[in-house]
């Protein structure tokens, strides 16, 4: 049963905005099936746990678990904020647990993973179709890339890009792992990367170095792999100018510039960059005007839009202008303090050094752990870009590989 609901998790995230809001098909009820399926999982992890009297949870992610929680319930204490707040902010920031916990309480062979791994590539690669569609036909007349977003739904270029070039990651950690050969990287790279010159994201610029540097750097059974580094240093380099060349193609046709105009016109850099961190100051500087909101923010969901207005945050409309929602940064801050942030970062920090330390191993999950090397990277810088957190796409697929990590004392002897 566990596995059925996983499956039909990961498919509706792929499908379902885009089937609803994108093509207009359908009722837009079905895009909540990833939470209904969180609340059941629920349900079946305190079954599971009676049944079994086991878990496989690591204990210093019980207790950042705990924490976490706890910080959240603080804030809603702390702060005015109605029922309908309350929903909306657990919502957002609770719902992924239940498959972030489903590795420690159900034991996932290591054939079993290995599938869903596939299954998760295999909807990756069929992201590189669509995307081509919507470039050259349903949005050909479209100027920019925002309208290539896959089948992940609306406005979700930028987040299409993250998706893909996680999907890369694991892709690399195969090919390290000899898992993968070389004419099946290149392949697989090239139908991965492809969209991110098609939709034009900037991001891809920051995020292409960490996949293929850091499981060199910090694993350390793959450091002096010199027949691996070359060929993957050289489509490092391929794909860098890949990606210029599709990007500098769209922009010069539509706007008459490349990527070293823009790189190059004054103020232009400086503009950008105030765009993505402009508001994070600001939460800041507003966060740190009272201990309470500094530590604890103004609340979950208290800084969130909703489609109900009983649901809205209180505060969205008011501090509109600070553009609060501009990243997973300054939307944490203000929401859940700096130390929700710290808490949140705190997690991922010990996830990245646990990754590091089972990428030594030889089995499966050695394999697995360098891939999950550059995915949590990926992960934490996005949080300068997106509110990450708030995408449905991102979050259930990453808290539950990262689950596995999380309960490695277990899985890096089991997949012996």
Known sequence: MAKAFLYITMVSLVFTDW????????????????EILSMVMIIYLVISAAITKKVNLDAKYFIILIGYIFHIFMGLLFNPISSGTVVAGLRLYLKFIPFFLLPAFYDFSEKEVGNFVRFMFFLSLIQCPVAFYQRFVSAANIRGGDPVGGTLGMHTSGILTVFLICGASFVIGYYLRNRVNLVWLVIFLGVLLAPTGLNETKVTYLLLPPIFILPFIFSARDRFKIKKILPLALLMVFSFMA????????????RGWGIETFMSQKGRIEQYSSSRFLPIVSAYEFASKDMIHFLFGLGAGNVTGSFSEKMQGEYLKKYAKLNPKANGVSSTIWELGVGGLLLIFAFLGVLFYDSIKHASRSNYFGTFSVSMISVIAVFEVSFLYFHIMDQNIMTYPFFFLSGFIASGKYYSTAWE
């Open 243 to 254: 990606w210029k060349a599709g990007y500098d193609y769209f922009q010069i046709r539509d």
């Open 19 to 34: 089937l609803v809001f994108k093509l207009g098909t359908g009722n837009r009820y079905i895009t909540w099936i990833p």
